[in-house]
Nanobody, 124 residues
Framework: QVQLVESGGGLVQAGGSLRLSCAAS????????MGWFRQAPGKEREFAAS????????YYADSVKGRFTISRDNAKNTVYLQMNSLKPEDTAVYFC?????????????????WGQGTQVTVSS
């Protein structure tokens, strides 16, 4: 069983930055890939970014590429999402998720444990 707890969300003006954190329980954090997804009101959950076990490979949705950076600190059992140049359309609840097996892809079914989410609101 893995527990994931997100933090760092909040209200920010367009063009601003936020850094999300996701702390994982357990002692096997470095054995699985991690991802960030987001869900805006009235929309389906969508992939934002993912990172491999060692942090050596990262993947991004086109909508966030060049603005968001995913990273991890395996010593702290934590994955991060640095979000810069935020836009109102980035407003959503952001979830971190543990990859199932070797998955690092953009599909929710490739992840088997999810956090409760943290709200990010970007004002125009």
């Amino acid at each position: 069983q893995v527990q994931l707890v997100e933090s760092g969300g909040g209200l920010v003006q367009a063009g601003g930055s936020l850094r999300l954190s996701c702390a994982a329980s357990g002692r096997t954090f470095d054995r699985y890939n991690m991802g960030w997804f987001r869900q805006a009101p009235g929309k389906e959950r969508e992939f934002a970014a993912s990172i491999s076990r060692s942090g050596g490979r990262t993947y991004y949705a086109d909508s966030v590429k060049g603005r968001f950076t995913i990273s991890r600190d395996n010593a702290k059992n934590t994955v991060y999402l640095q979000m810069n140049s935020l836009k109102p359309e980035d407003t959503a609840v952001y979830f971190c998720a543990k990859g199932r097996g070797a998955a690092t892809g953009p599909y929710a079914q490739e992840y088997d444990y999810w956090g409760q989410g943290t709200q990010v609101t970007v004002s125009s």
